[in-house]
């Protein structure tokens, strides 16, 4: 998809500079919050995206909106934040893109509409278009995507397939200690754990895989705190 060669970026094996042109009439791109002239009509915003791209959508940018239930009659302006959402997807995904850049695109989306977007995402990815999308909904990223990126002030911090960044090594343990319940995440082997728990007045104890929410959080957190020393438990 991306490769870097001395001198030159290649997308979509083209050069990122010299096929500027041909490139983005491969990519559908989404922006979180996307701006329309408010006084026109959704079906014409649609159109006018087609027609700059030079090409003829109309047929799926039909189907796209009779699956989001998108009304072409409406002005932009009249349109709430979700409703506005669904055109911006309409606009991305209409010409077929080989390559789809969405940034939190189900903002806004009511649960029936997510569920709508994300089906229409799994189809065009069966026909090989590659979709990139940001997202603070991690349940999203867990039941859909294939891969993950968690990203830090624009740095990749951890980066891997999401079955295994959910099967990692972190773990949530959960205990009884006279009486108070307590529970903190632990990153070490299972050995050292025992170990450790051996020496403290268990009553209870349950260990288990971590959502994919506490791997985001304790990824965010690995720099400040290294993790996987029992002592460091939080009060529940």
């Known amino acids: 998809m991306l490769r870097f060669q001395e001198g030159e970026i290649r997308l979509l094996g083209m050069d990122a500079v010299k096929e500027q042109k041909e490139i983005l009439r491969k990519v559908g791109y989404m922006p979180s919050e996307a701006m329309f ?37 409406k002005r932009i302006e009249q349109l709430s ?7 911006s997807i309409v606009c991305a995904m209409q010409h077929k893109p080989e390559l789809l850049i969405l940034d939190e695109p189900t903002s806004g989306l009511d649960p ?5 977007f994300f089906q229409l995402i799994l189809e065009y990815n069966r026909q090989g278009t ?10 999203e990223v867990k039941n859909y995507c294939q891969n993950a990126a968690m990203i ?16 990692s090594n972190v773990r949530r343990v959960k205990l009884m200690e006279e009486g108070e319940k307590k529970e903190f995440v632990y990153t070490g082997s299972m050995q050292e754990l025992i170990h450790k728990l ?5 009553e209870d104890l349950l260990i288990e895989e971590p959502s994919l929410e506490e ?14 020393d029992c002592n460091d438990i939080v009060n529940s």
């Open 37 to 73: 002239y408010p006084s026109m009509k959704v079906k014409d915003v649609i159109a006018f995206a087609a027609k700059a791209r030079k090409m003829d959508c109309t047929k799926e940018a039909g189907r796209i909106c009779s699956l989001l239930e998108v009304d072409g009659e």
């Open 81 to 87: 934040l979700g409703n506005r959402k669904k055109v």
């Open 112 to 116: 029936l509409m997510q569920e709508a």
């Open 130 to 139: 590659t979709c990139f999308l940001s997202s603070h909904v991690l349940s």
């Open 152 to 167: 830090k002030e624009g740095v990749i911090i951890k980066q891997d397939s999401v079955e295994n960044l959910t099967k």
């Open 198 to 202: 051996d020496k403290r007045k268990v």
């Open 215 to 228: 791997l985001f959080i304790h990824y965010y957190e690995q720099e400040k705190d290294e993790g996987g």
